[in-house]
């Protein structure tokens, strides 16, 4: 069943705005508040919901986490506090996971350790918080946000388990008429039935430049795209990594997702239909509009600009 009232919202935004970026329908799709699939009451992951992560099978991951957390500690001279600070800490599987496992070691990390979970759904916010508020004082870390954490040097661990896969992506298409080699696939409206779909245009000025930076990177090392050819490519992923120094100056980076190098994330022979996929009920569709707000959407991390970025940054 189509959730209507964040179609309808984003129906209206097209009617007034023009054409719609692939990335802001996903941003509305995913995070619209109260409704879009990661802001609403429903829990999406786990084996009654639409995905499982490596959290929800088991501990282990959460366990060998907590162990790379240690020794990174213990490298950097065992500084006091420690942070740890989780994009996507959703209601803190992974991060219960680690403590416990510290708690079990009875590891000297515990007295120095603290929690920045950064996760957007209110509600599996306020489940973290509940469950953080349980544990036993003796493990219990700090809980810490961007308005209450203390302004010294972080030295910590941040951690990204399969976050930067849901970030808002581009959607191109390769068009060697173009001016640049390829066109932007954007979201609008069928003038007969109003269903959304799909509709190729130059990108809009304000990322254009950003975007085709990335597509001539692309190109110089694989070649122009493909006629027809789709690919993904997310400005926000590159806005994170450049933001990292804003929440750690000493430490480590731990990113853990599905993806490939550019060359062959963007490779013609086994990817003209690019990566992106939506999720639902532990299927995967290529329908990306349909259902807005019901179902995940996600495409593969271009590790190649990801690790260029965090370099840069």
Not at 265 to 279: K, N, P, S, V, W
Request: charged share 20%; hydrophobic share 45%; glycine share 8%.
């Amino acid at each position: 069943m189509a959730h209507q009232p964040l179609a309808a919202l984003i129906a209206e935004e097209i009617r007034a705005r023009g054409r719609m970026s692939f990335a802001r329908f996903m941003e509305r799709a995913l995070l619209e508040p109260g409704i879009g699939y990661y802001a609403s009451k429903r829990v999406r992951a786990g084996r009654s919901g639409d995905f499982m992560t490596a959290p929800e099978l088991h501990p282990l991951l959460g366990s060998a986490i907590a162990r790379l957390a240690e020794a990174a500690w213990e490298r950097l001279g065992r500084p006091h506090p420690y942070r740890w600070i989780e994009f996507g800490a959703g209601s803190g599987t992974l991060l219960l996971a680690a403590v416990a496992h510290l708690g079990r070691e009875n590891s000297p990390l515990l007295t120095a350790l603290e929690i920045e979970p950064i996760e957007a759904n209110p509600f599996r916010r306020a489940e973290l918080e509940v469950s953080v508020a349980a544990l036993p004082q003796r493990t219990r870390p700090r809980l810490v946000d961007r308005t209450s954490a203390t302004q010294h040097e972080v030295a910590g661990i941040v951690i990204a388990n399969e976050f930067l896969d849901a970030l808002p992506f581009h959607v191109v298409v390769g068009r060697a008429a173009a001016p640049r080699g390829f066109v932007e696939r954007c979201v609008g409206i069928d003038a007969l039935s109003g269903d959304l779909t799909w509709i190729e245009a130059a990108p809009d000025a304000a990322y254009e430049r950003l975007l085709g930076a990335r597509v001539q990177a692309h190109v110089a090392m694989s070649g122009p795209l493909a006629e027809g050819q789709l690919a993904e490519f997310s400005l926000a992923a590159d806005a994170w990594a450049t933001s990292l120094p804003s929440y750690l100056a000493r430490g480590l980076v731990l990113v853990i997702d599905y993806g490939r190098e550019t060359v062959q994330l963007r490779d013609a022979a086994t990817r003209m239909a690019g990566t992106a996929l939506a999720y639902s009920d532990h299927r995967a569709t290529s329908d990306l509009l349909g259902d807005p707000g019901n179902r995940d959407l996600t495409a593969h991390v271009d590790l190649t600009a990801l690790r260029g970025a965090a370099a840069a940054a």
